[in-house]
């Protein structure tokens, strides 16, 4: 059965090629939408192209169609999904930034492109207080309405997607590696939640190594797609500091929780305060900075009815206060999960936290 092949195709068979760059595939873009649909091309004959080396025209005119057929079929195996700058849901803010990209690959719900979204993003080794405010503005930010978006490294970002992923999934973890490419392989379980119920993103083909200098490339989009970047905890010179100059470059607002004058990891997020960063204490310090039409209706949570272990937790700190760790051993829960129980819980007004991370119902 003969299948036609679309211009997006060829794109994405041309990006794979090893010396293939965003430069070469600039100068082939406009001649790439006239190609037509069909399958009886046997070579990619090219313009004149004056920036084009003997070896990278070589290598593109060698291209057949059975190639480029053989990379959809890989990519179709393998359930990834491709955005390529020929199709009309390409991410417009990406469109907006210094060198986007000619091809995305994906993992998860694509429609997430189309939720405003918060990046949130911080050093590999936070403190427990870095881990906590993570997870509790990542999970409030999604429950207004906004995707939260981070790198899927340790640490600040693991906290991140993990807080906003029972937000009916709103998180997008964008890789330094290829699609398929788990990288660190401790957040392999992290991973394949996201994929169920939210979205993996990667500018990398299938089977792509991670290596430190995609890293910085990765930080101009999880800024890129994102209306503004909160740091929560870093160094003066981290991963972070290269995502903040990406948003500020971008035109993007910059958010920091301050924290200890003392701690390493929070010398860059109070410096970033100092030279105008907005100061973070509490969701709302980011949410009146944003975009009003941007902010869904949130409070996904309120008025539904409680999971059979949101009131488990509940009859626990019916007539007493809790701390997490007691009551992880009431319920018999592991501790991630209690917490995130009990942020939901708040959220719906059933409890309320009180000093010293106790927990006690709501009056």
Known sequence: MTVALEPRDWLIAISQLDGIGRRTLHSLLPYLQQLPNSLTMTHLSLPSLPNLTLQRRSKIKELNSDV?????????????????????????????????????????????????????????????????????????????GYAVISGLAKGVDTEAHKGSLPFIGRTIAILGSGINVIYPRENEALYKEIIQRGLILSEYPPGYPSHPLHFPARNRLISGLSLGVVVVEAAVKSGSAITVRCALDQGKDVFAVPGPIYSPLSQGTNLLIQEGAKLVTHIRDILEELPSESSNSGNFFKGEELTERQSKILDKIEDTAITIDQLAEEVQMPVQEVLTELLILQIKGKIERMDGSMYAKRK
């Open 68 to 144: 480029v057929l053989q990379v959809k079929r890989k990519l179709k195996d393998l359930r990834i999904q491709t955005i390529t700058r020929l199709d009309s849901n390409y991410p417009p803010s990406l469109l907006e930034i210094a060198d986007p990209p000619y091809v995305l690959y994906a993992r998860g719900n694509l429609e997430l492109l189309s939720v405003p979204a918060v990046a949130v993003v911080g050093t590999r080794m936070p403190t427990h207080y870095g881990r906590k405010v993570a997870f509790q503005l990542s999970a409030e930010l999604s429950d207004a």
